[in-house]
Every structure is written in C-alpha cells, then in structure tokens.
C-alpha cells in the first residue's frame, strides 16, 4: 500500500512540473507575441497647407514600430508652431518632410520670414549691389541721395527751412532673403543679380519702398546696399551727410 502511496506522490509531482512548465513557456509566447509600439505624432484633424499647429490639432498615438515612418516626430513639443508645408489628413504622422519651422527654407521664401516681417525686393546694378558680393543671410544697410530738409535761422533771427540734397541711410541691418530671382535650390549661379529681397517690418518696408520711390537720382538704382560685418549687431545713430560749403 505504502508503495502505492510513493508512485501516485511521484505521479503528482511530475504532472505539477508539467504544469508549471507548460504555463511559463506559454507565458513566454505571450510576450515574444506582443507587438512593439512607438510614440508618433499624428493629426487629429484635417491639416490645410500653411496652418500653424496648435496643441489641439496633434495627438501622441503608439502605433507598431513597423508603421512608424523615420521622419514621423514623436514627440508634441517638436510640432507645436510649426507650419504645415503640404496637407495632412486626420491620423496621418506628421513628418518633418510636411512641416517646416521657419527659418531658411529652400521650398517656398515666406518660410524665410518671421512673424510680423514682409519681403520686397529692389533693384540694384553692379555699383549700388556691393559688385555682386552679396548673398542671402547676409545684412545690409540700406542708402539713399534723398532731398532732407533742413532747419536754420535766418539773418533776422527768423527760421528758415530749406531742402537740400543728402546721402542718409534710409535703413540699417536689414537680412537678405535672396538674391536674383529665385531662392534656395533654385539660386541663380551667377552673381550678376538685378534683384534683392530684404526682410523688414510693415514699417520698414514703407520707408524702403518710398525712399526707391523718391530717390534724387533715377538712373540704375535709387538705392545702395552698404554690406555689414556678420559680427556687428550695432545700428549707428546717423541723419544724413551734406557737403558743407
């Protein structure tokens, strides 16, 4: 009897193990059988061109790494006030191939320009263009012969003005956007260039566009651009020069 006993303890003991060993290699399947995910950002809403994404738009989705593109951002802060370059749908990943923060951007110049800035772009010659030695990035001040007027008094103690002819810098520091007709890829090569885009305020621009307007001469350029220093963030406190006869 006792040796009945022995046999059906070492029955149980071996069906326990089997048991146990069943259960942890199916628990292992389990986990090899689990899919991978990784963050990735997508819309929550339809995206048109040129909208500037708010954390509303965008949600963080784990989707499996398999269909997580390479350049899909995943994290929100990275898209938060970038601006869409091409539409994106709703659940679509945002990539960075779709979106652009600003800065230099070869696709399209208004990606160029910062809140509250505008472009305009003048004509120069070779002469009033620093001889063809300048490049987008670069900044410039900006000059002008213009008719200024000046304020004196008289024999009798009366005041008097009176307008004169005199070179001024109209503007200082402004950035250069492009050169030539075209930016980025599309940069002529040459550096014969007519045309120069300059970023500025609203206001800027309006003196800009008056003083090209009213400048003393009207052959080649009315304006001269005076390359600055990368280094020099100063703008000097000048009026204007006048021969004093």
Known sequence: MKKVYAIAVVL??????????FASSMKQTDKSSEV?????????????ANTVIT????????????????LTYTKLEDVIG????YPISTAEQ?????????GEDAARLAYSLKEGQRAITISVASTSGVA????????????AMMMVPVVSRNAAGEQETTVVTASTFVLQK????????????????????????????????????YAYNSGY?????????????????????????RPKY
């Open 94 to 102: 945002v990539m960075s191939t779709k979106v652009t923060s600003g």
């Open 36 to 48: 991978k995910k990784k963050d990735a950002v997508v819309a929550v809403i339809n995206l048109p």
């Open 55 to 70: 954390v509303d738009m965008v949600e963080v989705k784990k989707l499996p790494v398999e269909a997580v593109n390479a």
């Open 12 to 21: 149980a003991l071996v069906a326990g193990l089997a048991v146990f060993y």
């Open 217 to 241: 001469t009207a052959t080649e350029s009315r304006l001269v651009l005076v390359l600055r220093p990368p280094t020099e963030d100063d703008v000097l406190d000048t009026t204007y020069y």
């Open 132 to 143: 063809g030695n300048v490049y987008a990035g670069d900044y410039v001040d900006v000059m």
């Open 82 to 85: 970038t601006v869409t370059k």
């Open 174 to 209: 402004m950035k250069v956007l492009s050169v030539g007709m075209n930016t980025g890829s599309g940069q002529k090569t040459s550096r014969d260039y007519t045309m120069v885009t300059l970023a500025g305020t609203p206001d800027q621009i309006l003196q800009l566009y």
